[in-house]
């Protein structure tokens, strides 16, 4: 059974349990039928079997590139002031740095340790990203609470997702730990806290610079939410969360280092069209030969420019579509619209940057089209990630070119387009557009 099905199944059951199972007259418990027994047991050996694969993975080597250089700069920190951070070629704003300082202080062997040699090392690198994993799952489960069901089986879609896992355990990126503060601004939001949405949304810009996107749908669902003097208020504090954040790389000149860190990453090592994500450029890219630079082009019409003006018409498209409908539904299908767009569009993209759109559509559930979107895209992200970075099983298995990346690309773009197209066709549930209205007078 597809993970679709799964989920497909699981909320048909509790719907059936909601017509057939109501609550005794006299007060009594509800008795626990074989039903739900086996439900329980599922969603127990669901948790077991996504324990088992971090367990399996998390000491293993990864892709040692990357878990080398995070390393290196674990073992910096642990052996210079936190103010000079940035001194280093770090790519991350603040948030990652305050969780690599975190490790250069629970384990004193990082102050010897450069690479990921050693298995505590490695394991450690990748228990934040793990661990966030468990974050964004009980997130959304806390924001399906209203059908546990489904609040189960999305938390099992999350902890089992190869998309999710391959990421964290094996690989040793840390998408999860900037998604997941934006998983709690959109609970804030959907609690009708607007103001502390914005914190929550502060940190995750500060976490990972591909947060961005997020800010696009966020600012059009807090402006036709509740407003202009909302809006301001909630820029005020996530501005001052940002000030807050950066304060102790001030004195070092640390924002400043950091901007010209991504200038040199953006403009020199990773100039490309497309660096192995399946999207617009990829498709250029195995036309013309791999690897074409972003900065050629005829004058200043480059293909990164070319690239900002579409990203910036399909973002423009969102933001007006949570504006003018500016539901929680919609901030959540906003999220991830926001996100595929960007992935789409820009040049310079890696496969991993699509991550987020896959945690984001689960917040939708039950809706069956969004079901079956969030499938496809989970089938075709995780198969781009393990075709870009193969784990040695995968070596050779699912090519990142040829005609399984010209196809990846195409399906990225049609579920990309169909996800637009469920924003812009959206309508407000019957119940939320008078208290979005009222909120915004």
Known sequence: MT???????????????????????????????????????????????????????????????????????????????????????????????????????????????????????RVLMKLPATLADVGMAACVAYALRQRPGWAAAAALAILLNPAVWYVSAWWGQFESIYVLPALVAYLFAASGRPVPAAVAMAVSLMTKPQALVFAVPFAAWILGRYG????????????????????????????????????????????????????LWWLLEQAVGAFVADTSGVGPITLRVIGYALAAWAEGLVFLAVLRRPTDRMLALGLACSVLVAFAMLTAMHERYSYAAVVFLLLLLPDRRMLWTWAALSLVIGANMMAAIPAPPLLGVIPAGGPIGVAGSVAMLVLTVICVAFLLQERAPSSEPAAAASSAA
Do not use: K
């Open 3 to 121: 993970c679709a099905g799964f989920l497909a199944v699981t909320g048909r059951v509790e719907c059936r349990h909601a017509r057939t199972h109501s609550m005794p007259s006299d007060g009594s418990p509800m008795p626990v039928t074989l039903r739900g027994r086996i439900e329980l047991a599922g969603l127990i050996a669901g948790i077991v079997l996504a324990l088992a694969i971090r367990v399996v993975l998390l000491p293993t080597d990864g892709f040692r590139p990357d878990l080398d250089q995070f390393v290196l700069w674990v073992h910096d920190l642990a052996t210079t002031p936190l103010g000079e951070a940035y001194r280093q070629n770090l790519s991350f704003p603040p948030v990652m740095v305050y969780v690599f300082a975190a490790l250069a202080a629970l384990d004193p062997a990082f102050h010897t340790a450069t690479t990921g040699a050693d298995l505590t090392i």
């Open 228 to 279: 202009w003097r909302t809006a301001v208020l909630a820029a005020l504090a996530g501005g001052a969360t940002v000030a807050l954040l950066w304060l102790p790389f001030l004195a070092d000149g640390g924002p400043f280092e950091y901007m010209r860190n991504l200038s040199t990453y953006q403009g020199t090592i990773f100039s490309v069209a497309s660096v192995r994500a399946w999207n």
